[in-house]
């Protein structure tokens, strides 16, 4: 499994769940609108959703918009995540992309961008459709101040807390980063391993990095180092490789983490051998259908004394969207498309526990939401001032790939804090 929400393993709830494609549109997408009426048209859209819940989505949404729009049809490629990367840079290199195109926000996305192969998006905006969708939706599709794409699922990070294992054993769930550790001395104290994380994928272990450097050195010196206006050597972000530090040495995870599958550790939460573990919304679905149901809580990541002041800021922020090819014959109909899909996956995805909604969602039932899904959405990511996505997200091409392999060797106790700082600096940060 991963975290871009292609595979959980729950079934997407169709029938009644479905509400209502046609009503949640905007007059600027219905089929009546279509500057088509008169000719045929055929909008490509290549995709990841190879697996349920986010298959049966995609394919209810676009069956919706065909059944609506007889004179602009779309038609779908689909491809597995990391196949999909390759096939889709190798594309629009070569001027080959589809009319529509399936991205991740950030740093994915941005080298699109700067090549001028995606159509900036501001003027086509100015119909209320920023009104529909939620604040900070349009954060990580914004280059240089112009948009360039739709997002409809976002991430957020949460630490998971089975509250069954904290009451049996008499120990509080942490607030604090200093909690954080006394609990999980605690565990360790009754041979309970108190946390998992599966670092032979890596990413799953930088998620930690990043949540903590959250707290350490807040939003805006976290997108200033990734956006390489100031420099990781910061005793901040040495802050925070310290505390992960603190966390290894104080047997937080399983000793042979740098050997374990994220799907592996995700495996040790849902079937109650770990009381914590710090993931994404993506997991929502996968705990709701295990025999932990009920007993696991999404709580906010501890505060850390000392550092950032915003406490209340997530891990994550807008990650799946829909981008229009820049040389696309029928500009006005792709973009009428694109908002009419990002619309309807978005709650589409919020209702299946595949993802957290981009736009507004109150013609959604809230009684057929995931239970844990919609407490992500109460308790981290409503009343947050902001989020910064993972971090591998958001850098570019190698510096993804050498922040989580630096982070691993914080796991590995490879590396002072002090040097994780230097050579992020070095092989991440400006002027590398």
Known sequence: MNRFGK?????????????????????STSGSSSDSSSKKVTLTFWNIATT??????????????????????????????NAYKTKIKAAVAAGDAPDIIYSWAGGFTKPFVTAGKILPLDSYLNDGTKD?????????????????????????????????????????????FDELLTAVKAFRSKGITPMAVGEKDEWPGMWYY??????????????????????????????????LQELVKAQAFDQGALSITRDDSVEQLTQGKIPMYFGGNFDAGTIDASPMKGKIIPVKFPSISGGSSETSDYLGGGADCLLV????????????????????????????????PEWKYDNVDQSKIDPISKQIMADIVTGANASVPAWDLYLEGADAQNHQ?????????????????KQMQAQVGANK
């Open 132 to 176: 529909k969708m939620l604040p900070g939706a349009l954060t990580n599709v914004t280059y240089n101040d112009k948009v360039y794409g739709l997002t409809y699922n976002q991430q957020a990070g949460a630490l998971y807390v089975n509250k069954d294992m904290f009451d049996k054993n008499d120990i509080k769930v942490p607030t604090t």
């Open 52 to 81: 349920d819940p986010g298959k049966t989505a995609v394919n209810t949404v676009v069956s919706q918009w065909n059944k609506e729009n007889p004179n602009v049809q779309i038609v779908t490629s689909v491809s597995e995540n």
């Open 405 to 421: 392999d630096l982070v691993a060797k914080i796991f590995g106790k490879q590396i002072t804090p002090e040097d994780f700082t």
């Open 7 to 27: 595979n959980l393993a729950i079934p997407l709830l169709v029938g009644s769940m479905l509400f209502g494609l046609a009503g949640c549109q905007s007059s």
């Open 325 to 356: 090819n820049a040389a696309t014959k029928d500009k006005t109909d792709a973009v009428k498309a694109v908002k009419f899909l990002a619309q309807n996956l978005s709650s589409q995805f919020y209702l299946s526990g595949a993802g957290l």
């Open 210 to 243: 990043d949540m903590i450097a959250l707290r350490t050195a807040g939003s805006k010196l976290s997108l200033d180092a990734l956006n390489k206006k100031t420099s990781f050597d910061n005793p901040a972000f040495a802050s925070a490789a310290e505390k």
